[in-house]
């Protein structure tokens, strides 16, 4: 018997950020959180024109002040103070 290694089927779902194992909202908004400190060592990439960074991060402060003190919610606001702070606001 050899060793073989199927190969990947390209339709199916992947998950290259490690969210199919999130329990809850608190893990998910720890796995996020890792995500966000890993984009901090890698290179930076334009995704988003000026006004879509601004309106993005308009969302996230809003959506940072519907509930202050949950996981998801500081995520929300770590990730709208980033942006404005890149976008020199």
């Given at each position: 018997m050899t060793d073989s290694i199927a190969p990947q089927d390209p339709?199916?779902?992947?998950d290259p950020?490690?969210?199919d194992g999130v329990h809850d909202h608190q893990d998910y908004a720890r796995v996020l959180a890792r995500l966000?400190?890993?984009g901090h060592?890698?290179?930076?990439?334009?995704l988003?024109?000026?006004?879509?960074a601004r309106a993005v991060a308009e969302l996230l402060g809003?959506?940072?002040?519907?509930?202050p003190t949950a996981h998801l919610n500081q995520l929300?606001?770590?990730l709208a103070s980033?942006?404005?702070s890149r976008l020199g606001v």
């Open positions: 339709f199916a779902p992947q950020f490690g969210l966000v400190e890993q060592r890698e290179r930076w990439i334009t988003l024109s000026e006004s879509e809003q959506y940072a002040q519907l509930d929300a606001a770590t980033r942006l404005y």
